[in-house]
């Protein structure tokens, strides 16, 4: 799985925001530049998993993020 730079993502990586994104269910925006650790690969090529302080289930797509 690639981020939005084609840098190939792994379990474990941390990665930054690269636009604004406005989180469903949990009624808040995530802003451009948050760093997530701690991603997990998942069976779908452009999703990623992962956690957030505020948030919990977090999936973001590969298309939003830049390795950190």
Do not use: W, Y
Not at 46 to 51: A, G, L, M, P, V
């Amino acid at each position: 799985m690639r981020d939005a730079a084609g840098n190939l993502l792994a379990d474990g990586d941390s990665v930054t925001l690269i636009k604004d994104l406005k989180v469903k269910g949990a009624g808040q925006t995530l802003k451009r530049g948050t760093v997530i650790r701690s991603i997990r690969l998942t069976g779908d090529p452009q999703e990623i998993d992962c956690r957030h302080e505020t948030i919990k289930g977090l999936v973001l797509r590969a298309e939003f993020v830049r390795k950190a």
